[in-house]
């Protein structure tokens, strides 16, 4: 039986970025409907050519790095490749940031309101980073 993932990233940290994107990568790949929103701070790490890495909160965050384990951005792109998760950046933040869609990675999918967001995610599990 599938489930419903809908996880919001909101934090633009290295290991919160790192959570979502091993849960939205294990959940694709084991079948479930995943839908992932990103915001705030999370959605400039989307954005074609961005270079930064995202800051690590602590020890774990140097640890992911320095031990190779695949990057968030990775993940989440094998999460949209092996389980057909979508990817949507909030319409909002892309209107704050004066972003366009096509400024986006090609993984994301169509900006989305948070209403819409909430609505498609009402019978599903929700998880927040």
């Known amino acids: 039986m599938s489930r419903k993932i809908n996880i919001v990233c909101v934090s633009g940290t290295r290991e919160k970025l ?3 994107a091993m ?9 479930d409907e995943v839908t992932v929103f990103f915001s705030m701070n999370a959605l400039q790490y989307f954005v074609k050519g ?15 790095t320095q031990q190779g384990v695949p990057p968030f951005k990775q993940l989440f792109q094998q999460a949209v490749e ?9 319409s909002m933040a892309i209107d704050l940031l004066k972003l366009k869609k096509d400024d986006l990675d090609p993984e ?3 900006p989305t309101g948070l209403t819409g967001f909430l609505t498609s995610s009402e019978s599903g599990q929700l998880l927040t980073f």
């Open 18 to 20: 790192q959570m979502a």
């Open 23 to 31: 849960f939205a990568s294990v959940a694709a790949a084991c079948g």
């Open 50 to 64: 961005h270079k930064g890495e995202a800051p690590a909160e602590g020890e774990f965050g140097a640890l992911v």
């Open 82 to 90: 092996l389980g057909d998760a979508k990817l949507l950046p909030c």
């Open 108 to 110: 994301m999918g169509p």
